[in-house]
Antibody, heavy 127, light 107 residues
Framework: QVQLVQSGAEVKKPGASVKVSCKAS????????MYWVRQAPGQRLEWMGWINAGNGNTKYSQKFQGRVTITRDTSASTAYMELSSLRSEDTAVYYC????????????????????WGQGTMVTVSS | EIVLTQSPGTLSFSPGERATLSCRAS???????LAWYQQKPGQAPRLLIY???SRATGIPNRFSGSGSGTDFTLTISRLEPEDFAVYYC????????FGGGTKVEIK
């Protein structure tokens, strides 16, 4: 079945970096855009960035620009999110999520809503 | 950035009742690019509705979405026990943003 499986929980010290992986299965990885979304305690869900798994193009939220890097390995059907210069406010559950593609008769329409989610990776930043 | 407001934060219903949840945007959401999700404790969000009114694959038809511009609604026609959860709206007409959520609890 279609699924995204993320790497396990991480504990990092302030100033360190973390890299989370997201392995896709059950669909053609390169045909979709993958987002990274995080959910901090008591905060809203927020998007961090996305990658077009086909051509590797990326876009990052202004909030995380300069600190986040999203990459992919098409041979492994895996996307990665690396966040640097970690601080306590980065403590959150990090999700990868696949965007919706709707066939509209002659082309696929992309909706940046998320139909498949990873199980989440808890990242704790603490000294 | 478009700010989405979901109020109230908590709604209480009995199973079998009809639930109507609101999501208001600070600016018009282009092309009705609005989605709804359900989230239960310890789980990832689950997509219910995209494009304001299109049900996602496998979603029961007791869930429906409506609205345009700045006002959107998620309706659950008859609440089942498994529907008690937190519901979020998300707009993706511009840089994506999420609402603060509405918790649907058992009365």
């Amino acid at each position: 079945q279609v699924q995204l499986v993320q790497s396990g929980a991480e504990v990092k010290k302030p100033g360190a970096s973390v890299k989370v992986s997201c392995k896709a299965s059950g669909y053609t990885f390169s045909s979709y855009v993958m987002y990274w979304v995080r959910q901090a305690p008591g905060q809203r869900l927020e998007w961090m960035g996305w990658i077009n798994a086909g051509n590797g193009n990326t876009k990052y939220s202004q909030k995380f620009q300069g600190r986040v890097t999203i990459t992919r390995d098409t041979s492994a059907s895996t996307a990665y999110m690396e966040l640097s210069s970690l601080r306590s406010e980065d403590t959150a559950v990090y999700y990868c999520a696949r965007t919706v593609r709707v066939y509209s008769g002659s082309y696929f329409e992309r909706h940046d809503a998320f139909d498949i989610w990873g199980q989440g990776t808890m990242v704790t930043v603490s000294s | 950035e478009i700010v989405l407001t979901q109020s109230p934060g908590t709604l209480s219903f009995s199973p079998g009742e009809r639930a109507t949840l609101s999501c208001r945007a600070s600016q018009s959401v282009s092309s009705s690019f609005l989605a709804w999700y359900q989230q239960k404790p310890g789980q990832a969000p689950r997509l219910l509705i995209y494009g304001a009114s299109s049900r996602a694959t496998g979603i029961p038809n007791r869930f429906s979405g409506s609205g345009s511009g700045t006002d959107f609604t998620l309706t659950i026609s008859r609440l089942e026990p498994e529907d008690f959860a937190v519901y979020y709206c998300q707009q993706y007409g511009s840089s994506p943003s999420f609402g603060g959520g509405t918790k649907v609890e058992i009365k």
